[in-house]
Nanobody
C-alpha cells in the first residue's frame, strides 16, 4: 500500500503561482499513475490532472488547461502540480491519488489518496 502526502498549498493572490507536491511513502510511486483532484466547499471532488507512471501521457482538465501542468520525478518519489495564473475559483483542497491504471478522471477510479492541501486564491 502506498501512502501519499500533499504539500505546497497556501494563500496566494490572483495571478500568482504555487507548486504542489505529492510525495509517497511505504511503496515506490514509480509504478502508479497519479491524479490530482480538488474539492471546494459544498462541491463535488473535481478532476484536475493525471500523469502516467512513465510520464508518457498526461490529462489536463479543460478548466485549468494552459495554466496547470503535471509532472513527476520518480527518482524523488514525487509528483508535482504547477499552478500558474491562479484564479479565485481555483480555491479548494487539492488531493493527489494513485492507481495502477491510467486514464481515470473520476474519484472512484483511484485506490489511494492523500489528506489534501488547502489552496486559497484571493482576488
Amino acid at each position: 500500500q502506498v501512502q501519499l502526502v500533499e504539500s505546497g498549498g497556501g494563500l496566494v493572490q490572483a495571478g500568482g503561482s504555487l507548486r504542489l507536491s505529492c510525495a509517497a511513502s511505504g511503496r515506490t510511486l514509480s509504478t502508479y499513475n497519479i491524479g490530482w483532484f480538488r474539492q471546494a466547499p459544498g462541491k463535488e471532488r473535481e478532476f484536475v490532472a493525471a500523469i502516467s507512471w512513465r510520464s508518457t501521457s498526461t490529462i489536463i482538465a479543460d478548466s485549468v488547461k494552459g495554466r496547470f501542468t503535471i509532472s513527476r520525478d520518480n527518482a524523488k518519489n514525487t509528483v508535482y502540480l504547477q499552478m500558474n495564473n491562479l484564479k479565485p475559483e481555483d480555491t479548494a483542497v487539492y488531493y493527489c491519488a494513485a492507481d495502477p491504471s491510467f486514464g481515470g478522471i473520476g474519484p472512484n477510479e483511484y485506490d489511494y489518496w492523500g489528506q489534501g492541501t488547502q489552496v486559497t486564491v484571493s482576488s
